[in-house]
C-alpha cells in the first residue's frame, strides 16, 4: 500500500485533466512541429501518458471500492458559460463545412440542433446552476481503459500506416496532412474520456458533438469526392441525434430541475417517472441509435469505411459508436421496466439480427467488420433493453471483448491491405501461405468473436438467457447469434485454404509499430477470455452492483457467477486447444507428397499460380472463388425493408412514452 498511496492521493480532477486535455495538447505539439521523428515521438509518449492515467483510474477504484467524485471550483470560471459557448462554436464550425459543402441535410439539422440548444440554455432551462463535476464509477472506469489504451494502441498503429497510406497516394513529407490526422485523432480520444466521466449533462453533450465533428474530419481524410460524401452523410446523421440529445436536456432541465446525470438516476424513474422525463429518456434513445450506427442510420458507419484503417478501427473499438451505447447503459436505471425498455430491446434485437444477415453477402472486409460492428453494438443495446443484471453484465462484457476484438481485426486488416493492396475476402485466399504471422493473428481475432472462452460467445449466451422474459427479443439473440457464425467462418475458410501449388509459407516481416499493437491486442483478447471469472467479479459485477443498487434501492451486490456463466470455461478451452492442436499435428504432409490440381487441357504456372491452356488457346489462371448468396442475403433485396422496419422500431419508442 505504500507505493500506492501517493498514486490514491491523486485528484480526480488532476485525473480528468490528464485524460480529457493532455490528448489535445500533445496533438497540437504534433500540429506545429510537423517532423517525422517528432511525430512519432509525442503520439507514443502521448500514448504512454493516456495509459498510464487509465491504469492510475482503475488503480483507485480498484481499492478504493468506489466511485472517484470531484467538483470543479464553483467560481473558477463560468462553466454554464463555457460550455454553451463550446456548443455554438462546435454548431458554427457545423455550419461552415454545410454552407461549404452544400449539404442541405447537414445545414438544416445544424439550424434545428443551434434552436434547441439556444432554447436550452438561454430560455427553456429551469435547473439550479452547480460547478460541473467529475463521476467516474465502474462503467467510466471499462470506457476509460478502452478509450485510452485500446485507442491509444491504434493511434500508434496509424504512424506507419499512415506514412504507406500517403506513399500510396503519391503525398511527399512535405505535403503530408499527418499532423493535422494525428492531432483530431488524439483529440478525439479526449473528448471520448470527458463524455464518459463528466457528470453534468451539458458537459456530456459538448463531448459528444466533438466525437461528431472529429469523425467528420477523419472519415474525409483523403478528400476524395466518396470520402465527402459519407463523410457528410456521418455528419448529418450525428448532428440530428444531437438535436435529440439537445431537446433531452432541455427536457431535463425544466421537469427534473437538473442536469446532473447522478441526481436524475436517483430521482423517480422508471413507470413512476412523468411523462416529459420519459419523453427525455425515448429522446437519448434516438441519439444513442445515431450515435452507435443502428438501423436505419447504420448507412454513415458503412460509408465510414472509405476511411484510412487507423480511423475505422478507431471509430469502432473505442470511440464514437461505444459513446451510443455508453449513454444507454448510464440511464439504464432510469428506464427499468418500463414498455420504453423492453421496445429498446427489440429495436436492438432487431438490428442484430438484421445486420448479421447482411454480413453474410459481402466480400468486402471493412464492409464485414462494419456490419458486425452494427450487428453487436444491437445486440448491447438489446442487453440494455431487456434490463436486468445479468443482461447489463453481458452489454460490459461485450463493450470489452468487441473492443479487443474489433481493433485487433481493423488493424490485421490494414496490414493485410498494404500487403496484398485488396479488401476483398476472395483475395485472401491463401493468406496463410504469404502472411503466415498476420492471418494467424487475425484467425485468432476471429475466432475471439464466436468460439469459447472468448468473452463475446460468454456474453451472447448471458444475453439469451437474461432474454426469456421477453420471447421475441430472444429469438433475435438466437438466430443472430447463428446468423453471425456464417460469415466469420466464410472467412476463416478463405484465410486458411491452401492454393493450388502454394509454395511453403514464410513469416512476413512487420513494421514494429505494427507488431506491437496487433501482439497486444491479441494476447489482451487471449489473456482477458482466460481470466473471465477475475473479470467478471472485479470489473463487471461492481458496475451492475452501482446500477441495480439505484433500481431497487438496496447496496448489496448482484450475484452473476451463476447459471451460464458457472461454466468451467478454462476446462473448455483446454479441449478447445486439444481439438485444433491434435488435427493439425495429424494432417502435416512432406512436401513430395503435394500435388497441384487437375484441369483438363495444358497445364501451366502463371506468376499468380497455377492455370491451363484455354480452347482459343489463351492462359488462363486458376480461381476458386466461394459463393455468398447475394441473390438471397444482399443489400439490394433486403436493406430497404429493414431499414423501413428499423424505423418503425425507432418510432415506435416515442409510441411507448404514453404508456411508459
Known amino acids: 500500500m505504500g507505493l500506492l498511496e501517493p498514486l490514491l492521493r491523486t485528484s480526480p480532477l488532476t485525473l480528468a485533466a490528464v485524460l480529457v486535455l493532455s490528448p489535445a495538447l500533445f496533438g497540437l505539439v504534433v500540429f506545429g512541429v510537423r517532423t517525422k ?6 503520439v507514443t509518449v502521448a500514448g504512454w501518458v493516456l495509459t498510464l492515467a487509465a491504469a492510475a483510474v482503475f488503480a483507485i477504484a480498484f481499492v ?28 458554427a464550425a457545423i455550419l461552415v463545412i454545410a454552407v461549404r459543402f452544400r449539404s442541405v441535410k447537414v445545414l438544416l439539422a445544424a439550424l434545428v440542433q443551434l434552436a434547441v440548444v439556444l432554447y436550452a440554455e438561454f430560455a427553456g432551462g429551469h435547473a439550479a446552476e452547480a460547478a460541473p463535476a467529475v463521476f467516474i464509477d465502474w462503467l467510466s472506469v471499462v470506457m476509460v481503459m478502452i478509450v485510452s489504451v485500446i485507442g491509444s494502441i491504434i493511434v500508434v498503429y496509424g504512424l506507419p ?6 506513399r500510396h497516394l503519391g503525398i511527399d513529407e512535405a505535403g503530408s496532412h499527418r499532423p493535422g490526422f494525428f492531432l483530431t485523432m488524439l483529440v478525439f480520444l479526449g473528448a471520448m474520456n470527458g463524455l464518459v466521466i463528466f457528470d453534468d449533462l451539458r458537459w456530456v453533450f459538448f463531448f459528444w458533438e466533438v466525437t461528431t465533428l472529429c469523425s467528420f474530419l477523419l472519415i474525409r481524410h483523403d478528400a476524395t469526392e466518396l470520402a465527402n460524401t459519407n463523410a457528410l452523410r456521418a455528419l448529418w446523421m450525428n448532428t440530428l441525434g444531437g438535436v435529440g440529445f439537445a431537446v ?54 458503412l460509408g465510414a469505411m472509405v476511411a484510412p484503417t487507423p480511423v475505422s478501427a478507431l471509430l469502432h473499438s473505442s470511440t464514437m459508436v461505444k459513446a451510443g451505447v455508453y449513454l444507454l447503459m448510464r440511464f439504464a436505471p432510469a ?49 440494455t433493453g431487456l434490463n436486468r443484471p445479468l443482461a447489463l453484465a453481458a452489454a460490459v462484457m461485450l463493450l470489452i471483448f468487441h473492443a479487443l476484438s474489433k481493433g485487433l481485426l481493423f488493424m490485421a486488416c490494414g496490414v493485410v491491405e498494404h500487403g496484398i493492396h485488396s479488401r476483398d475476402i476472395e483475395d485472401m485466399q491463401g493468406l496463410v501461405n504469404r502472411m503466415p504471422l498476420t492471418t494467424l493473428i487475425m484467425v485468432i481475432g476471429i475466432l475471439s468473436m464466436l468460439l469459447p472462452p472468448f468473452g463475446v460467445l460468454i456474453a451472447k449466451l448471458a444475453a439469451i438467457e437474461a432474454s426469456v422474459h421477453l420471447p421475441l427479443a430472444m429469438g433475435m439473440l438466437v438466430i443472430g447469434s447463428t446468423l453471425t457464425v456464417a460469415f466469420w467462418t466464410k472467412w476463416t ?27 497486444l491486442l491479441t494476447v489482451g483478447a487471449v489473456a482477458f477470455s482466460l481470466a473471465v471469472f477475475p473479470l467478471l467479479t472485479e470489473l463487471v459485477e461492481p458496475a451492475v452492483t452501482q446500477y441495480y443498487a439505484l433500481v431497487s434501492g438496496a447496496a448489496g451486490g448482484v450475484d452473476l457467477s451463476s447459471d451460464v456463466l458457472a461454466v ?43 492455370g491451363f491452356i484455354t480452347a482459343a488457346e489463351q492462359s488462363c489462371a486458376l480461381s476458386i472463388r466461394g459463393h455468398y448468396f447475394e441473390r438471397y442475403v444482399g443489400e439490394e433485396t433486403h436493406a430497404l425493408w429493414m431499414t423501413v422496419v428499423a424505423a418503425l422500431l425507432l418510432a415506435g419508442m416515442f409510441g411507448a412514452v404514453a404508456i411508459r
Open 37 to 42: 521523428w517528432s511525430r512519432k515521438g509525442v
Open 64 to 91: 478504493g471500492r468506489a466511485a472517484l467524485t470531484a467538483t470543479l471550483p464553483a467560481d473558477a470560471a463560468p462553466w454554464s458559460l463555457l460550455v454553451a459557448g463550446g456548443d455554438l462554436a462546435l454548431l
Open 161 to 166: 500506416y499512415m506514412k504507406e497510406h500517403e
Open 248 to 301: 433531452a436536456i432541455a427536457l431535463f432541465g425544466a421537469h427534473a430541475q437538473t442536469y446532473s446525470v447522478q441526481a436524475l438516476l436517483r430521482s423517480p424513474m422508471g413507470a413512476a417517472a412523468s411523462v416529459p422525463i420519459v419523453a427525455a429518456l425515448a429522446c437519448l434513445m434516438f441519439a444513442a441509435f445515431t450515435k452507435s450506427a443502428q438501423m436505419p442510420f447504420h448507412s454513415w458507419l
Open 335 to 383: 428506464f427499468h421496466g418500463t414498455q420504453l425498455s423492453n421496445v429498446l430491446a427489440i429495436a436492438g434485437g432487431f438490428t442484430f439480427v438484421a445486420t448479421a444477415f447482411l454480413a453474410i453477402g459481402q466480400t468486402n472486409a471493412k464492409k464485414i467488420l462494419a456490419y458486425s460492428t452494427i450487428s453487436n453494438l444491437g445486440l448491447i443495446i438489446a442487453c
Open 493 to 519: 475458410g478463405r484465410l486458411l485454404t491452401s492454393e493450388p501449388g502454394a509454395v511453403h509459407p514464410k513469416i512476413e516481416h512487420l513494421h514494429v509499430m505494427y507488431f506491437v499493437p496487433l501482439v
Open 568 to 610: 468451467p470455461w478454462g476446462l473448455v478451452f483446454g479441449f478447445m486447444a486439444i481439438a485444433v492442436a491434435v488435427p493439425a499435428l495429424l494432417t502435416r504432409t512432406r512436401p513430395d507428397e503435394e500435388v497441384g490440381a487437375y484441369m483438363c487441357g495444358e497445364q501451366i504456372e502463371t506468376p499468380n499460380g497455377s
